[in-house]
Antibody, heavy 122, light 108 residues
Framework: EVQLVQSGAEVKKPGESLRISCKDA????????IAWVRQMPGKGLEWMGL????????RYSPSFQGQVTISADKSFSTAYLQWSSLKASDTAMYYC???????????????WGQGTMVIVSS | EIVLTQSPGTLSLSPGERATLSCRTS???????LAWYQQKPGQAPRLLIY???SRATGIPDRFSGSGSGTDFTLTISRLEPEDFAVYYC?????????FGQGTKLEIK
């Protein structure tokens, strides 16, 4: 069964760094595009970026370019979302999702992780 | 950036009724790249429809998608109690990928 398992909730202070993870527990990780999606409290979905773990090809939304770093480690079948200096406005639920196979980076998001809640507060 | 506008913002219906949700895009989107998701409180979104009209794996046939160009529709033929949730449309053919703001389907 295809499953994306995300790391647990985080509570951080402004200015701190953070890396959250998304582990593919049952699929061909290197052959799938993985997306990251932000959902701020009570709000809608925002696409942050994509990565192809096979060669680490990465695409960012202009809204998130330079604000976060998306990476992947094939040997651990894990994708990451990283901040170097968190802000209170980064408080949100973050989801990873696998793209439908066969469409390259232009696929719908068919398998979702359970989400990682990040709270940034002084 | 392609903006997706969903209507209505909230739809109040009873189980057994038919639901029609709309998604309008700010410029033409190939139907190949239009999806619908369902999100229940405290849960991750779930893919319902991709390619504007193809049901994702395990999605009941009471869910159907249609449309082309700038106007797309998600129809739920007969509402079941578990269908009351928030629904999002998404275009994934152009960068940045964008979502609509959501339609909340609530029990009347």
């Amino acid at each position: 069964e295809v499953q994306l398992v995300q790391s647990g909730a985080e509570v951080k202070k402004p200015g701190e760094s953070l890396r959250i993870s998304c582990k593919d527990a049952g699929y061909s990780f290197v052959n799938s595009w993985i997306a990251w999606v932000r959902q701020m409290p009570g709000k809608g979905l925002e696409w942050m970026g994509l990565i192809y773990p096979g060669d680490s090809d990465t695409r960012y939304s202009p809204s998130f370019q330079g604000q976060v770093t998306i990476s992947a480690d094939k040997s651990f079948s894990t994708a990451y979302l990283q901040w170097s200096s968190l802000k209170a406005s980064d408080t949100a639920m973050y989801y990873c999702a696998r793209l439908v196979a066969g469409f390259g980076s232009y696929g719908a998001f068919d398998i979702w992780g359970q989400g990682t809640m990040v709270i940034v507060s002084s | 950036e392609i903006v997706l506008t969903q209507s209505p913002g909230t739809l109040s219906l009873s189980p057994g009724e038919r639901a029609t949700l709309s998604c309008r895009t700010s410029q033409s989107v190939s139907s190949t790249y239009l999806a619908w998701y369902q999100q229940k409180p405290g849960q991750a979104p779930r893919l319902l429809i991709y390619g504007a009209s193809s049901r994702a794996t395990g999605i009941p046939d009471r869910f159907s998608g249609s449309g082309s160009g700038t106007d797309f529709t998600l129809t739920i033929s007969r509402l079941e109690p578990e269908d009351f949730a928030v629904y999002y449309c998404q275009q994934y053919g152009y960068s940045p990928r964008t979502f609509g703001q959501g339609t909340k389907l609530e029990i009347k």
